[in-house]
């Protein structure tokens, strides 16, 4: 491994530990190097507080091997202000003249601007090291900024014969219906930490009445989105707990102190439209649960990137169909006696 890669590699890592706290802000960590060795680290925290370079210098000891390093960033250091000043004037006030950096920000607000600072003031400047893991690792970010909507995570359980879930009337003299082991719903519960949001349709409200928290796991509950046409959900409903922002989607102008609703059109394209609105509420990621039925929706629109698919070992034998997703396996991992497989939308 070349040397800027190795120590691109760890600004990765250390970036990796915000994933979940710094929307609306990207994930960014910095390494400082003198003389082949770290002096220096740091990561973005939370949106509002110092941002990764900031903190990188600011654990630096002895400040006068500055003038004499290297500062690795995962993103295109800001040259704005914002809720913190910018870190590109931060690196040339230090006298770091080398800079190193994964991937060039999206953000119209920087978008080469941090660049350009930095070479206007004699610093030296590599951009592209290890450029597509950094632009995996912001593709929530770049997404919303590019494609002007969230990243789109599909999730659902299905049993080993292909069912979502049993037949209504057996679902609701025997709920909940678990599919899958504890592990692989800790693992849900950790990425809803992880995305800012996440959807589901009426009928899983309604036979289930989910809370879509992070109960298992520690961290912020994401945004609720529950499209419900004809405001069929009861307002004493877990959704309406107060413990997240909830908002409804329907085709029924309404008001209540409990929830925000957002008007769509059932007749046009619903996911389209969903997409456009989470949008404009600046949702960067999205995590849809589903039902089957909101689930194909978004798919027969090719509006998703990545599906998370658990598959349980019981049968069902009948019941309702999982989602008809045949393409694009990616990977496929054991968790205990379930399997998880992950797919990928690469042609959108």
Not at 50 to 71: F, Y
């Amino acid at each position: 491994m070349k040397i800027h890669e190795k120590y691109m590699l760890r600004c990765i890592q250390l970036a990796k530990n915000g994933l979940g706290t710094t929307y609306p802000n990207p994930l960014v960590g910095s390494v400082i190097v003198s003389a082949n060795k770290i002096i220096g680290e740091g990561w973005h925290y939370k949106a509002g507080l110092p941002h990764a370079e900031v903190n990188a210098i600011t654990s630096v000891k002895d400040k006068s091997l500055l003038k004499d390093a290297t500062i690795y960033v995962s993103l295109e250091p800001c040259s704005h202000f914002g809720k913190t000043p910018p870190c590109a004037n931060l690196i040339i006030e230090n006298g770091i003249k080398k800079v190193v950096i994964g991937s060039t920000d999206p953000n119209p607000k920087v978008a080469g601007r941090g660049v350009k600072k930095l070479l206007e003031a004699g610093c030296e400047v590599i951009i592209g090291v290890l450029e597509n893991e950094c632009n995996e690792l912001n593709k929530r970010f770049f997404t919303f900024h590019s494609k002007k909507r969230p990243y789109i995570f599909l999730k659902w359980a299905q049993t080993a014969d292909g069912f979502i879930a049993p037949k209504d009337s057996t679902r609701k003299k025997t709920k909940p219906v678990w599919i899958t082991n504890i592990y692989s719903r800790q693992l849900v519960h950790r990425m809803r930490c992880e995305e800012q949001a996440i959807l589901v349709g009426t009928n899983t409200v309604l036979q289930d009445n989910p809370s879509l928290t992070a109960r298992e796991w520690i961290g912020k509950n994401p945004i609720r989105f529950i499209i419900d046409k004809n405001l069929k959900t009861p307002l004493d409903f877990a959704v309406f707990d107060g413990a997240e922002k909830t908002f409804i989607l329907t085709e029924n102008e309404t008001k209540s102190n409990k929830v925000q609703h957002l008007k769509i059109d059932f007749s046009k394209n619903v996911a389209l439209q969903i997409t456009k609105l989470l949008y404009k509420q600046e949702v960067q990621s999205i995590l849809i649960e589903g039902g089957a039925k909101t689930l194909q929706t978004f798919i027969d629109a090719n509006l998703w990137d990545e599906a998370y698919v658990f598959s349980g070992k019981q049968n069902f034998g009948d019941g309702i169909k999982a989602p008809i997703l045949q393409k694009f396996l990616v990977s496929e991992k054991k968790i205990k006696d379930d399997c998880l497989y992950l797919f990928k939308n690469q042609q959108f």
